[in-house]
T-cell receptor, first 116, second 115 residues
Framework: GDSVTQMEGPVTLSEEAFLTINCTYT??????LFWYVQYPGEGLQLLLK?????DKGSNKGFEATYRKETTSFHLEKGSVQVSDSAVYFC???????????????FGQGTILTVHP | GAGVSQSPSNKVTEKGKDVELRCDPI?????LYWYRQRLGQGLEFLIY????????KSGLPSDRFSAERTGESVSTLTIQRTQQEDSAVYLC?????????????FGQGTRLTVV
Protein backbone atom coordinates (compact mmCIF):
# COMPACT_ATOMS: atom_id res chain seq x y z
CA GLY A 1 0.00 0.00 0.00
CA ASP A 2 0.86 3.67 0.00
CA SER A 3 3.28 5.02 2.58
CA VAL A 4 5.13 8.21 3.48
CA THR A 5 8.42 8.36 5.37
CA GLN A 6 9.71 11.56 6.96
CA MET A 7 13.06 12.29 8.50
CA GLU A 8 13.25 11.63 12.20
CA GLY A 9 12.82 14.62 14.48
CA PRO A 10 12.81 16.71 16.41
CA VAL A 11 14.68 19.36 14.48
CA THR A 12 16.07 22.35 16.38
CA LEU A 13 17.43 25.37 14.52
CA SER A 14 18.45 28.94 15.19
CA GLU A 15 16.52 31.75 13.56
CA GLU A 16 17.58 32.43 9.95
CA ALA A 17 19.02 28.93 9.52
CA PHE A 18 18.29 26.82 6.43
CA LEU A 19 15.68 24.10 6.84
CA THR A 20 15.29 20.78 5.08
CA ILE A 21 12.81 18.12 6.13
CA ASN A 22 13.10 14.99 4.02
CA CYS A 23 10.07 13.11 2.77
CA THR A 24 9.94 10.03 0.55
CA TYR A 25 6.91 8.08 -0.56
CA THR A 26 5.66 4.82 -1.97
CA UNK A 27 2.48 4.82 -4.01
CA UNK A 28 0.80 2.41 -6.37
CA UNK A 29 -0.85 5.08 -8.48
CA UNK A 30 -0.04 8.67 -9.37
CA UNK A 31 -0.11 10.62 -6.14
CA UNK A 32 -0.59 14.24 -5.33
CA LEU A 33 1.81 15.35 -2.59
CA PHE A 34 1.21 17.71 0.31
CA TRP A 35 2.88 19.29 3.30
CA TYR A 36 0.59 20.03 6.24
CA VAL A 37 1.57 22.07 9.30
CA GLN A 38 0.24 21.97 12.85
CA TYR A 39 1.12 25.05 14.90
CA PRO A 40 1.00 24.76 18.70
CA GLY A 41 -2.59 24.59 19.88
CA GLU A 42 -4.00 24.76 16.36
CA GLY A 43 -5.47 22.34 13.87
CA LEU A 44 -3.79 20.87 10.82
CA GLN A 45 -3.63 23.11 7.79
CA LEU A 46 -2.27 22.77 4.31
CA LEU A 47 1.12 24.42 3.75
CA LEU A 48 1.75 23.55 0.11
CA LYS A 49 1.04 20.93 -2.54
CA UNK A 50 2.14 19.53 -5.89
CA UNK A 51 -0.01 17.37 -8.14
CA UNK A 52 2.42 16.05 -10.75
CA UNK A 53 6.07 15.31 -11.31
CA UNK A 54 8.45 18.31 -11.33
CA ASP A 55 5.78 20.62 -9.87
CA LYS A 56 7.04 22.94 -7.14
CA GLY A 57 4.71 23.90 -4.32
CA SER A 58 5.48 27.04 -2.37
CA ASN A 59 3.96 29.08 0.45
CA LYS A 60 5.22 31.34 3.27
CA GLY A 61 8.81 30.93 2.06
CA PHE A 62 8.60 27.14 2.12
CA GLU A 63 9.16 25.11 -1.05
CA ALA A 64 8.98 21.46 -2.07
CA THR A 65 9.53 19.87 -5.49
CA TYR A 66 7.79 16.68 -6.61
CA ARG A 67 10.65 14.36 -7.68
CA LYS A 68 9.25 11.24 -9.29
CA GLU A 69 12.68 9.77 -10.03
CA THR A 70 13.63 9.77 -6.35
CA THR A 71 10.03 9.51 -5.03
CA SER A 72 10.70 12.49 -2.80
CA PHE A 73 9.04 15.75 -1.75
CA HIS A 74 11.54 17.42 0.58
CA LEU A 75 10.46 20.60 2.38
CA GLU A 76 12.90 23.53 2.39
CA LYS A 77 13.06 27.07 3.67
CA GLY A 78 15.99 29.39 3.28
CA SER A 79 15.64 31.31 6.55
CA VAL A 80 13.42 30.03 9.32
CA GLN A 81 11.70 32.16 11.92
CA VAL A 82 10.63 31.44 15.48
CA SER A 83 7.03 31.49 14.24
CA ASP A 84 7.79 28.47 12.01
CA SER A 85 8.02 26.25 15.11
CA ALA A 86 5.40 23.57 14.50
CA VAL A 87 4.89 19.95 13.51
CA TYR A 88 5.20 19.30 9.78
CA PHE A 89 3.51 16.37 8.05
CA CYS A 90 4.19 15.08 4.57
CA UNK A 91 1.20 13.41 2.93
CA UNK A 92 -0.06 11.97 -0.34
CA UNK A 93 -3.32 11.17 -1.99
CA UNK A 94 -3.33 8.38 -4.51
CA UNK A 95 -4.97 9.02 -7.86
CA UNK A 96 -4.88 5.32 -8.73
CA UNK A 97 -8.03 3.31 -9.16
CA UNK A 98 -10.09 1.38 -6.67
CA UNK A 99 -10.77 2.11 -3.04
CA UNK A 100 -7.43 3.85 -2.61
CA UNK A 101 -8.48 6.74 -4.84
CA UNK A 102 -8.13 10.00 -2.97
CA UNK A 103 -7.09 8.33 0.28
CA UNK A 104 -4.86 10.65 2.30
CA UNK A 105 -1.79 8.98 3.80
CA PHE A 106 0.47 10.85 6.25
CA GLY A 107 4.04 10.56 7.38
CA GLN A 108 4.79 10.44 11.08
CA GLY A 109 5.43 14.18 11.43
CA THR A 110 8.56 16.18 12.22
CA ILE A 111 8.70 18.58 15.15
CA LEU A 112 10.55 21.81 14.30
CA THR A 113 11.70 24.19 17.03
CA VAL A 114 13.32 27.48 16.06
CA HIS A 115 15.21 29.46 18.69
CA PRO A 116 15.84 33.22 18.56
CA GLY B 1 -20.62 25.67 7.25
CA ALA B 2 -17.40 27.45 6.56
CA GLY B 3 -15.17 24.66 7.81
CA VAL B 4 -15.14 21.15 9.19
CA SER B 5 -16.92 21.06 12.52
CA GLN B 6 -16.35 18.41 15.17
CA SER B 7 -18.20 17.82 18.39
CA PRO B 8 -17.68 17.58 21.22
CA SER B 9 -14.36 19.39 21.40
CA ASN B 10 -13.51 17.56 24.61
CA LYS B 11 -14.86 14.34 26.06
CA VAL B 12 -13.96 12.64 29.31
CA THR B 13 -15.43 9.18 29.76
CA GLU B 14 -15.06 6.27 32.09
CA LYS B 15 -13.38 3.10 30.96
CA GLY B 16 -15.92 0.69 29.51
CA LYS B 17 -18.40 3.33 28.37
CA ASP B 18 -19.34 3.96 24.74
CA VAL B 19 -18.66 7.32 23.07
CA GLU B 20 -19.86 8.89 19.85
CA LEU B 21 -17.91 11.59 18.04
CA ARG B 22 -19.46 13.73 15.34
CA CYS B 23 -18.06 15.37 12.24
CA ASP B 24 -19.79 17.87 9.95
CA PRO B 25 -17.74 18.17 6.74
CA ILE B 26 -17.62 21.14 4.42
CA UNK B 27 -20.76 21.20 2.29
CA UNK B 28 -20.23 19.48 -1.06
CA UNK B 29 -17.12 17.60 -0.01
CA UNK B 30 -17.48 13.99 -1.09
CA UNK B 31 -14.51 12.55 0.80
CA LEU B 32 -14.33 12.31 4.59
CA TYR B 33 -11.52 10.97 6.76
CA TRP B 34 -11.07 10.07 10.41
CA TYR B 35 -7.62 10.05 12.01
CA ARG B 36 -6.34 9.53 15.52
CA GLN B 37 -3.44 11.47 17.02
CA ARG B 38 -2.07 10.23 20.30
CA LEU B 39 -0.03 12.64 22.41
CA GLY B 40 3.28 13.37 20.69
CA GLN B 41 2.51 10.95 17.88
CA GLY B 42 1.74 11.23 14.19
CA LEU B 43 -1.59 10.81 12.44
CA GLU B 44 -3.05 7.32 12.50
CA PHE B 45 -5.52 6.64 9.69
CA LEU B 46 -8.82 5.15 10.85
CA ILE B 47 -11.41 5.24 8.07
CA TYR B 48 -12.09 6.93 4.73
CA UNK B 49 -15.44 7.60 3.06
CA UNK B 50 -15.44 8.41 -0.64
CA UNK B 51 -18.82 9.40 -2.04
CA UNK B 52 -21.12 6.40 -2.29
CA UNK B 53 -18.31 3.84 -2.47
CA UNK B 54 -17.72 1.31 0.27
CA UNK B 55 -15.60 2.94 2.98
CA UNK B 56 -11.98 2.01 3.52
CA LYS B 57 -12.03 0.70 7.09
CA SER B 58 -8.54 -0.73 7.03
CA GLY B 59 -7.29 1.60 9.78
CA LEU B 60 -9.86 0.81 12.46
CA PRO B 61 -7.81 -0.69 15.32
CA SER B 62 -10.43 -3.10 16.64
CA ASP B 63 -14.06 -4.10 16.32
CA ARG B 64 -14.86 -1.67 19.12
CA PHE B 65 -14.47 1.10 16.55
CA SER B 66 -17.07 1.85 13.90
CA ALA B 67 -18.06 4.80 11.76
CA GLU B 68 -20.99 5.80 9.64
CA ARG B 69 -21.68 8.53 7.16
CA THR B 70 -25.08 9.67 5.96
CA GLY B 71 -24.80 10.38 2.26
CA GLU B 72 -22.25 13.12 1.80
CA SER B 73 -22.90 14.84 5.12
CA VAL B 74 -22.44 14.07 8.79
CA SER B 75 -20.25 11.25 10.03
CA THR B 76 -20.13 9.65 13.45
CA LEU B 77 -17.27 7.64 14.92
CA THR B 78 -18.34 5.30 17.70
CA ILE B 79 -16.01 3.67 20.19
CA GLN B 80 -17.56 0.93 22.30
CA ARG B 81 -16.27 -0.20 25.68
CA THR B 82 -13.59 2.48 25.74
CA GLN B 83 -10.11 1.67 27.01
CA GLN B 84 -7.43 3.99 28.34
CA GLU B 85 -5.35 3.48 25.19
CA ASP B 86 -8.22 5.06 23.22
CA SER B 87 -7.30 8.43 24.75
CA ALA B 88 -6.26 10.68 21.88
CA VAL B 89 -7.36 13.54 19.67
CA TYR B 90 -9.70 12.29 16.95
CA LEU B 91 -9.45 14.37 13.80
CA CYS B 92 -11.92 14.56 10.95
CA UNK B 93 -11.16 15.98 7.52
CA UNK B 94 -13.03 16.41 4.26
CA UNK B 95 -12.03 17.10 0.69
CA UNK B 96 -13.59 17.68 -2.70
CA UNK B 97 -12.87 14.70 -4.91
CA UNK B 98 -12.77 15.14 -8.61
CA UNK B 99 -10.38 14.23 -11.37
CA UNK B 100 -7.52 15.28 -9.12
CA UNK B 101 -7.97 14.87 -5.35
CA UNK B 102 -7.76 18.25 -3.66
CA UNK B 103 -6.44 19.25 -0.28
CA UNK B 104 -8.13 18.03 2.87
CA UNK B 105 -9.53 20.48 5.41
CA PHE B 106 -9.32 19.45 9.03
CA GLY B 107 -11.57 20.07 11.98
CA GLN B 108 -10.20 21.10 15.36
CA GLY B 109 -10.56 17.57 16.67
CA THR B 110 -12.20 15.90 19.63
CA ARG B 111 -9.91 15.30 22.58
CA LEU B 112 -11.00 12.03 24.19
CA THR B 113 -9.79 11.14 27.66
CA VAL B 114 -10.65 7.74 29.08
CA VAL B 115 -10.28 7.56 32.86
Amino acid sequence: GDSVTQMEGPVTLSEEAFLTINCTYTATGYPSLFWYVQYPGEGLQLLLKATKADDKGSNKGFEATYRKETTSFHLEKGSVQVSDSAVYFCALTDKGGGTSYGKLTFGQGTILTVHP
Amino acid sequence: GAGVSQSPSNKVTEKGKDVELRCDPISGHTALYWYRQRLGQGLEFLIYFQGNSAPDKSGLPSDRFSAERTGESVSTLTIQRTQQEDSAVYLCASSLQGGVPTEAFFGQGTRLTVV
